[in-house]
């Protein structure tokens, strides 16, 4: 569906064409304002600018809506499993039982890894940060799996996109191991994806692990709830990277590069040392909600605000919610998840946060499962980023697939110095 936009500038006048979406957004497309009218647009972060059009996930930041290929998360969350939810994405709609069966074993029959990689995480610095050793770990797949001749390019992207979600998690949980001197576990065939991962993170020799229905549970909502989210930061970074007709591990390690940011992935990691902080500092949250309303303070409340959200974001009132269930079911009792109740009340009565729509997103809440699980700090943006990669290859193949798709190449106003000629050393002072 169509409209028109009138865009008049000292007497020019130039009418541009409205895109209406689905859900009623209107976009207007200034594919050829420059070509007609010599002037780009501005927009700093890209906050009214977009991208693509895409059909994989609906988000309403006023209302608190999120969807995937249609389905609301919550509805997912409650029924669905986090490899149902990928293919759903990837695919754009549920699969049969068959298809369901025959991507199970896809992805089972390609979770090992190649045995040179272990020494690759052998010799990171025992204190990387997993967010980094994913990052080149992934990037390093491209060299162990070059591209198949033999298939044509359908065939090569979907054993790609296998390879990516069946390997990812032995590859985090490898890391995990590895950095602590322990014996490396592989993935069994008998085990879900979700029981896969807590049993090559937690068995070991001495202590088989026992599988935690509770603990799976919670990661399984954990990685639905995180699977897309629309153009976020990292999502770009994968198409903009991709864009270039670069492979899709070096793209997917962009992703995680850019998720391993604090303002975005890499809050949930950044919550929980600002509620330990708190819980240090006696528990009063006093300092740092004043450090954040200071505009000389470049300190931000974690776990808070969105760029698109202005309301609370759905994905954060599931994770509330499951904090209370999980640690009641585990028989935890975390002051941390006190601290940030205390917290969300306090500052959901502040003028400041009222004013700047400043809710509880997605990292609040979640770091409280994580550790209840077991998961240590320093891995949770690498559980984003396990959750996230179904989105990240479904962005990325809806942008494969787009017959307009061209290199991402913005312009810019520049604000340089003008002409002028070079000096020579000896006359310059
Ligand atoms: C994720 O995009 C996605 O969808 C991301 C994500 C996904 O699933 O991919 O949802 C995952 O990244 C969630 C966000 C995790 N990040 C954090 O929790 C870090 C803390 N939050 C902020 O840094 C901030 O809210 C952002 C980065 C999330 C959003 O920033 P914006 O949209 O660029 O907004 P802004 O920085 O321009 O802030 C607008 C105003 C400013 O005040 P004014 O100068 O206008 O007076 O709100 C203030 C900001 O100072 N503000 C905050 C704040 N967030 C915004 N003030 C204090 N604490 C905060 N957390």
């Known amino acids: 569906m169509e409209d028109f936009a009138t865009l008049t ?13 689905t859900e009623g957004e209107r976009a207007i497309d200034i594919s050829n304002l420059r070509a007609e009218t010599g002037f780009i647009t501005l927009d700093p972060g890209y906050a009214n600018t977009g991208s693509c059009l895409s059909a994989i996930t609906y988000m309403d930041g006023e209302k608190g809506v999120l969807r995937y290929r249609g389905i609301p998360v919550e509805q997912l969350a409650e ?18 039982r068959e298809e369901l069966t025959r991507f199970s074993v896809m992805l089972n029959d390609n979770s ?16 990387s940060h997993p967010m980094g050793i994913l990052s080149s770990m992934v990037n390093a797949l491209r060299s162990f799996y070059p591209a198949l001749t033999t298939l044509n390019l359908r065939e090569e ?7 990516l979600l069946a390997k990812i998690r032995t590859m985090a949980a490898m890391s995990y191991k590895i950095s602590r001197g322990h014996k490396v576990v592989y993935p069994r065939s008998d085990l879900t994806y979700c029981e896969n991962f807590l049993n090559m993170m937690f068995d070991n020799p001495v202590r088989p692990y026992q599988i935690n229905r509770e603990a799976v549970n919670a990661l399984r909502v954990f990685w639905i709830l995180h699977a897309d989210h629309e153009q976020n930061c990292s999502t770009t970074a994968v198409r903009v990277v991709s864009s270039a007709r670069v492979n899709l591990y070096a793209a997917i390690s962009s992703g995680i590069a850019a998720l391993w940011g ?9 919550v929980i040392e600002m509620l330990t902080a708190i819980q240090a500092d006696g528990g009063s949250h006093k300092k740092a ?75 609040f809440y979640s770091g409280i499962v994580l550790r209840a ?57």
């Open 157 to 163: 992207i979907t054993i790609t996109m296998t390879r």
């Open 262 to 270: 604090p303002l975005h992935g890499g809050a949930n990691q950044a």
């Open 373 to 429: 699980i077991g998961i240590p700090t320093s891995m949770f943006t690498v559980m984003f980023a396990i959750g996230r990669l179904p989105g990240w290859i479904a962005q990325w193949k809806e942008s494969v697939d787009d017959p307009k798709w061209k290199i991402c190449r913005p312009r810019q106003v520049y604000t340089g110095a003008q002409a002028y000629d070079f000096v020579p050393i000896h006359a310059r002072v």
């Open 9 to 21: 500038y000292n007497g020019q006048k130039i009418t541009l064409p409205v895109v209406i979406g």
């Open 79 to 96: 029924k669905s499993t986090f490899k149902e939810t990928a293919y759903l994405l990837i695919n754009g709609r549920l699969p049969n």
């Open 289 to 363: 909600i004043e450090r954040a309303k200071d505009k000389n303070d470049p300190f931000r409340l974690m776990g808070f605000g969105h760029r698109v959200y202005k309301t609370y974001d759905p994905r954060a009132k599931i994770m509330k919610k499951m904090c209370d269930e999980l640690l009641e079911s585990l028989q935890i009792n975390d002051p941390l998840l006190d601290i940030a109740k205390e917290l969300e009340e306090v500052v959901q009565k502040d003028p400041y946060f009222i004013d700047h729509n400043l809710y509880p997103n997605v990292d």
């Open 112 to 127: 090992l890894v190649h045995e040179d990689l272990k020494t690759f995480y052998q010799n990171f610095p025992r204190a």
